[in-house]
C-alpha cells in the first residue's frame, strides 16, 4: 500500500508522536518578560505552580496509535482526560529544561524524562521536540516524538547498581586491597625471555637489581579503607608516597618468588610476605594475587588482597618458642638440647666441645628461703648464660638446676675460655644479688669427628661432679644446709 496521505503517515509512524498547540505558552512567556523575567529557569524553580501553570497552556491535538498503545490509552480522549496521570512526579523537573530551551528561542527540544502509563507504569523516555515549519510566530503547531528507553535505562540502573555494589565491596572490605598495573613488569619479563633465558631464578640468583626494577614497574590504582588503616595512612595520597617505605628489605625476597611464579605462568598466588607500615613497624601479610580475566595478555589490571596476619606469627613464634625454650630461664630446652646434639653428632662441623653445669644449692635455696628465691636463681644463672653463649653455640636448660652448653667448632681451650667468661660474669652478677650467691659448677669435654656426643657428655658429666665435690668440700658444707653460694 502506497501512503500519500500524512495524516495516515503520521497516524502508523512507529514512534509516539504528538502534535500540540504551544501558542498559550508563548502568549504566558511573553507576559513574563512584559513584567522584567530574564531568567526563566529561576523563576520556574522559585514556585512550582508556574511550572504546572505553563504546562497547562499546552493544548493536545492529536497523537497516532504508537501513543495511545504505549500509554494504554483507549483514544485520544482517553488520554486528554488523564493528562494528570501521564505527567507528574520526576516529569516536572526536565520540563523546566524544555520550557528555557523554548524561552531561549530555539526552534526544538529535547530532554531525557519520565513519564507514565494509564495504568501507572513508570517510562523513561527520550522527547524531542519541534516547532513545524511556518508556526514559529505563534507556535500553534509542535510536534513532539516519544522513544521509550525503559529497557536501556533499567539496564542501566541495574549496571549502575551492580558498579555501585562491586566498589561498595572494594571500598568495605575487611581486608585490604590493591588494585595495580603490572604491564611494566611483563614487558621486563617478555624483554628477558626475548634475551634467551630459560631459567628465571638463576637469572634473578645472578642478577638481584632485576628484582628491584620489577618492584619500580608496578603502578598502584587503587587502595581501600582497610589498606590505609592496616598501613596506618592518612589517605591514598600519603601511601603512594611512601611505597619505598612500604614495600622493602624481607619483602623483597618475596616478591622475587612472586616474579618466578608469574614467569611461570601462575597468574594467581597465594603466599605469606612481609611489607611495614608507614610507621616502620612490621607487618606479617597473607597476600593472594590474581591477573583480572581478560588482562593476562598484558596484566595491566592486577588484584591484591592483603590479609593482616602479624598476630598469628607472633602467636606461631611463641608458640615455636615455648617448644624449644624453657619458660623461667629463657634458655633452650632439653627437647632442643637432645634435637641439636644429634645434628650435631650427624652435622658437626667439629670439634664440638660440650660444658655440663650444675647450680648449686638450689635446694637449699628453696627450702631456707621458699620457692620463689629458688625460681629468682635459675633466672640469674640464664641471665648469665644467655649473656655470655652466642650462636652458633646454644646454651640449655636440661633439668630442675642442670644446665648444658653446646659449642659447635670449637676445642677444649675454647671451652675453658667460656668458663672462664661465665665464671667472670657470674661474679659480676653476685655483687647486685648480696642475699644469696650464684654458684655454678662446670665440668666440660671435646667430641672429635666419628665419636659420639653421648660418650663427650658423659666425659663432661663426670667433670662437673668433681667440680661440685670440690665445690662442697671447700665450702664444708652439706648441700641440704648452704646458705652461702660461690662459684667453684
Known amino acids: 500500500m502506497v501512503l500519500n496521505d500524512d495524516a495516515e503517515m503520521f497516524d502508523l509512524a512507529p514512534v509516539s508522536l504528538w502534535l500540540e498547540d504551544y501558542s498559550a505558552l ?12 530574564t531568567d526563566l529557569r529561576a523563576h520556574l524553580l522559585a514556585d512550582a505552580a508556574r511550572v504546572k501553570q505553563c504546562s497547562g497552556c499546552i493544548r493536545l491535538i492529536k497523537v497516532n496509535k504508537k501513543t495511545l498503545s504505549l500509554f494504554e490509552a483507549a483514544d485520544i480522549d482517553h488520554l486528554i482526560a488523564n493528562l494528570g496521570q501521564v505527567f507528574r512526579d520526576d516529569m516536572l523537573t526536565t520540563f523546566v529544561e524544555e520550557l528555557v530551551q523554548l524561552w531561549e528561542s530555539k526552534p526544538s527540544f529535547e530532554s531525557h524524562t519520565v513519564n507514565y502509563t494509564l495504568s501507572g507504569k513508570r517510562l523513561d523516555i527520550q522527547l524531542h521536540g519541534a516547532i513545524l515549519p511556518g508556526y514559529e510566530d ?19 540502573r541495574q549496571l549502575t547498581q551492580s558498579e555501585n555494589y562491586a566498589h561498595g565491596l572494594f571500598a ?14 611483563k614487558s621486563l619479563l617478555d624483554e628477558v625471555r626475548q634475551r634467551g633465558i630459560t631459567d628465571f631464578r638463576v637469572f634473578t640468583d645472578v642478577h638481584p637489581e632485576f628484582v628491584t626494577r620489577c618492584m619500580n614497574e608496578i603502578r598502584v590504582l587503587d587502595v581501600n579503607r582497610r589498606t590505609l588503616d592496616m598501613f596506618g595512612a592518612a589517605d591514598k595520597a600519603a601511601l603512594l608516597r611512601a611505597l619505598p617505605d612500604v614495600f622493602r628489605d624481607e619483602m623483597e625476597q618475596h616478591f622475587r618468588e612472586e616474579l618466578i611464579d608469574l614467569w611461570d605462568g601462575k597468574l594467581f598466588q597465594l603466599r605469606e610476605t612481609v611489607n611495614y607500615a608507614l610507621d616502620g613497624s612490621k607487618l606479617n601479610v597473607l597476600l593472594q594475587l590474581s591477573v583480572m580475566p581478560g588482562r593476562e595478555h598484558d596484566w595491566s589490571l592486577v588484584l591484591v588482597a592483603l590479609t593482616d596476619i602479624t598476630a598469628r606469627k607472633k602467636a606461631e613464634a611463641y608458640l615455636e618458642y615455648l617448644g624449644t625454650h624453657d619458660v623461667l630461664t629463657k634458655l633452650f630446652n632439653r627437647s632442643f638440647y637432645v634435637d641439636e ?24 635455696a ?15 644463672a640464664g641471665e648469665v648464660l644467655n649473656s655470655v653463649v652466642e650462636k652458633p653455640a646454644h646454651a640449655c636448660r636440661i633439668g630442675g638446676d642442670e644446665f648444658a ?35 655454678l ?22 667433670a662437673m661432679l668433681d667440680a661440685k665435690r670440690q665445690h662442697y668440700f671447700e665450702t664444708e658444707n652439706d648441700r641440704r644446709r648452704s646458705q652461702v653460694f660461690r662459684v667453684s
Open 341 to 364: 646434639l644429634n645434628r650435631l653428632e650427624r652435622k658437626g662441623p667439629y670439634p664440638v666441645t660440650i660444658i655440663m653445669a650444675d647450680l648449686n644449692g638450689l635446694k637449699a
Open 26 to 37: 508563548k502568549a504566558l512567556f511573553e507576559s513574563w518578560r512584559e513584567e522584567g523575567v
Open 138 to 156: 505563534s507556535w500553534e503547531r509542535v510536534l513532539i516524538s516519544i522513544e521509550d528507553v525503559t529497557a536501556r535505562e533499567n539496564a542501566r
Open 172 to 185: 568495605h572490605s575487611p581486608v585490604s586491597l590493591w588494585v595495580e598495573d603490572f604491564s611494566g613488569v
Open 441 to 462: 659448677s662446670m665440668g666440660l669435654a671435646t667430641a672429635r669427628q666419628g665419636e659420639r656426643m653421648e660418650a663427650a657428655v658423659k666425659r663432661a658429666d663426670l
Open 405 to 439: 652448653i653446646l659449642l659447635p667448632e670449637m676445642d677444649e681451650q675454647a671451652g675453658e675460655t667460656m668458663m672462664q667468661a661465665i665464671h667472670d660474669l657470674v661474679a659480676i652478677n653476685n655483687t647486685f644479688y648480696p642475699d644469696i650467691t650464684l654458684s
Open 366 to 380: 628453696n627450702d631456707e628461703f621458699g620457692h620463689a628465691a629458688g625460681d629468682a636463681l635459675l633466672r640469674r
